[in-house]
């Protein structure tokens, strides 16, 4: 991956370790033939700039795709005040509550990348509800309540090509090493017989639309 890019990601605030940002990265850059790159849960851009470093790469083969990454920018439960993961430079002091949109947008700035990576501000599942395109690469890194993950599951899952891939962040199997909520849609992507898991690193999985049915 791009030495800049690099720098950039692992300067840039975020959850995404650097292994798994590389997958990421291989990962967008070996499926963006198939389709755009779509990410669910922004956040600051962290994982955006492995994402956006595979799809400027994929260019080299002629292959012309985009990222897009979709947040309502208020933060997941964790990240709000008194929970594990509250950033209070996060805080926006106007509305008293998270916006985590500014530091996205200057993240991308910054990374040389705000022509590649399309924002959206908004709920999943409302941006879902419009969205047509069959994607290349699909990566839910969103809510960490079982409703929100089951809901970005059932509302994106469908929208990925067959050919192309479904990425899921945070993927724990036991409740010592974290929440079940992205374990179980990753359960249930692989029984519904539409994907077969093609890597996997750290908590990130990776599975590749197979077959047509998605339940
Ligand atoms: N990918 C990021 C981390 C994402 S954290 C990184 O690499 O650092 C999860 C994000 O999902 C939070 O920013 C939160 O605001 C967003 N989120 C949670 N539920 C959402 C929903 N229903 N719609 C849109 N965004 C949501
Ligand atoms: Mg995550």
Same mark, same amino acid.
Request: with cysteine.
């Given at each position: 991956?791009?030495?800049?890019?690099?720098?950039?990601?692992?300067?840039?605030?975020?959850?995404?370790?650097?292994?798994?940002?590389?997958?990421?990265?291989?990962?967008?850059?070996?499926?963006?033939?198939?389709?755009?790159?779509?990410?669910?849960?922004?956040?600051?851009?962290?994982?955006?700039?492995?994402?956006?470093?595979?799809?400027?790469?994929?260019?080299?083969?002629?292959?012309?795709?985009?990222?897009?990454?979709?947040?309502?920018?208020?933060?997941?439960?964790?990240?709000?005040?008194?929970?594990?993961?509250?950033?209070?430079?996060?805080?926006?002091?106007?509305?008293?509550?998270?916006?985590?949109?500014?530091?996205?947008?200057?993240?991308?700035?910054?990374?040389?990348?705000?022509?590649?990576?399309?924002?959206?501000?908004?709920?999943?599942?409302?941006? /879902?509800?419009?969205?047509?395109?069959?994607? $290349?690469? *699909?990566? =839910?890194?969103?809510?960490?309540? @079982? &409703?929100?993950?089951?809901?970005?599951?059932?509302?994106?899952?469908?929208?990925?090509?067959?050919?192309?891939?479904?990425?899921?962040?945070?993927?724990?199997?036991?409740?010592?090493?974290?929440?079940?909520?992205?374990?179980?849609?990753?359960?249930?992507?692989?029984?519904?017989? /539409?994907?077969?898991?093609?890597?996997?690193? $750290?908590? *990130?999985? =990776?599975?590749?639309?197979?077959? @047509? &049915?998605?339940?």
């Amino acid at each position: 991956m791009d030495a800049e890019l690099m720098k950039a990601a692992e300067a840039a605030t975020g959850f995404m370790p650097e292994a798994e940002g590389l997958a990421l990265y291989e990962t967008a850059e070996s499926y963006a033939d198939a389709g755009p790159v779509l990410e669910v849960g922004s956040y600051c851009g962290k994982s955006a700039i492995y994402l956006a470093a595979g799809v400027r790469d994929a260019r080299a083969r002629g292959v012309r795709q985009q990222v897009v990454t979709i947040d309502h920018h208020r933060g997941s439960e964790e990240h709000q005040p008194g929970w594990e993961y509250h950033d209070t430079s996060l805080v926006d002091p106007e509305a008293g509550r998270i916006d985590t949109l500014p530091r996205l947008r200057s993240t991308l700035v910054q990374a040389g990348l705000d022509d590649d990576v399309i924002v959206i501000v908004g709920r999943s599942v409302d941006v /879902a509800r419009l969205w047509r395109i069959q994607l $290349g690469m *699909l990566f =839910i890194d969103g809510g960490h309540t @079982d &409703a929100a993950a089951q809901w970005d599951y059932e509302s994106w899952a469908p929208k990925v090509a067959v050919g192309g891939v479904l990425a899921i962040h945070d993927v724990f199997e036991t409740p010592e090493e974290g929440g079940q909520a992205p374990f179980r849609i990753y359960q249930r992507a692989l029984s519904s017989g /539409a994907f077969t898991e093609v890597r996997h690193e $750290g908590s *990130l999985r =990776i599975l590749e639309r197979t077959g @047509d &049915a998605v339940g």
